[in-house]
């Protein structure tokens, strides 16, 4: 079992920045894919960037050139750098982590974009 806990959300003008961490309660290893998911009220939850036990990373079409996924491994975290937040960016964003038998999901964290 795994424990993730995201951290870093906050209300934040349009143009600005935030960095979210998703921490890990024990060392991955193995294949995986991490990754960062979004919902905003009354959607569905959609996927923001994922990012490979192979370092391969992904990202949603709506994020491309604002956003960076990133693994800490001295910090056992995974991050995601969000650039030029739009009021659209607005939502509860979830850590997830997949393996081959299991899927697992932080808490979330509100991100609320607006001036």
């Known amino acids: 079992q795994v424990q993730l806990v995201e951290s870093g959300g906050g209300l934040v003008q349009p143009g600005g920045s935030l960095r979210l961490s998703c921490a890990f309660s024990?060392?991955?290893?193995?294949?995986?894919?991490m990754g960062w998911y979004r919902q905003a009220p009354g959607k569905e939850r959609e996927v923001v960037a994922t990012?490979?036990?192979?370092?391969?990373?992904n990202y949603a079409d709506f994020v491309k050139g604002r956003f960076t996924i990133s693994k800490d491994n001295g910090k056992n975290t995974l991050d995601l750098q969000m650039n030029s937040l739009e009021p659209e960016d607005t939502a509860v964003y979830y850590c997830?982590?997949?393996?081959?038998?299991?899927?697992?999901w932080g808490q979330g964290t509100q991100v609320t974009v607006s001036s």
């Open positions: 997830n982590l997949q393996d081959k038998i299991s899927n697992f």
């Open positions: 990012l490979t036990s192979s370092s391969t990373t």
């Open positions: 024990k060392k991955i290893v193995g294949a995986y894919v």
